[in-house]
């Protein structure tokens, strides 16, 4: 689908010199003397490469459509990572790579999202916050539940994280999937 090139927002997927580039950063610019454009940083998405363009704002530029389509983590083998179409039963397999880090948050059963571009898979969304529970971490010390001070802790999936004070090992918390931080206790 064509699209204007002030109509490029971040987070769009654009077919562009024959490549699929994912928007990070976008800027309009009006200098003093000549047209507007857009100044446009994007992300190569099967690669990893940067490329910055400037668009005129009379230049049209093709947004790709991603269908997103909810899978079902099945099991690892290896680095090979199984999933699960919820509504077909289908099933394919990625590499660990394709989540990057939050891949260590990935659990049996979990239900994610996949953007997949003319029936390839491009990336794997987890859930924002996931439970877990807290193995090893410092003993709570009498007095220390005013402060926000955080200590170190070993959550059941091997990440180390930082938790305030108050909680100790056994407690569940639910934490970041994006950076492995503490958000709360688990109710």
């Known amino acids: 689908m064509k699209i204007s090139s002030n109509d490029i927002r971040i987070g769009n997927v654009l077919d562009y010199n024959g490549k699929l580039w994912i928007v990070a950063k976008t800027l309009h610019v009006k200098p003093g003397k000549g047209g507007a454009f857009m100044q446009v940083e994007m992300k190569g998405v099967l690669d990893g490469s940067k490329l910055n363009e400037r ?39 990625l590499p660990s790579d394709v989540i990057g880090d939050s891949v260590q ?38 007095g220390q539940t005013a402060t926000s001070s955080y200590k170190p802790a070993i959550l059941s999936n091997g990440v180390k994280t930082m938790v305030p004070q108050h909680i100790e090992s056994g407690v569940k918390i639910v934490v970041n999937t994006d950076d492995g931080s503490y958000v709360e206790r688990a109710k």
């Open 105 to 142: 948050f990935l659990s049996d059963g979990m239900t994610v999202t996949i953007c997949l571009y003319e029936g390839r898979p491009l990336s794997v969304s987890l859930p924002k916050t996931v439970i877990l529970e807290i193995v090893e971490a410092e003993p709570v010390v009498k």
């Open 55 to 93: 668009f005129r704002a009379a230049d049209t530029v093709e947004k790709v459509y991603l269908e997103e389509s909810e899978y079902q983590f099945l099991y690892r083998d290896g680095d090979e990572l199984h999933f699960m179409d919820q509504k077909t039963f289908d099933q394919i397999q």
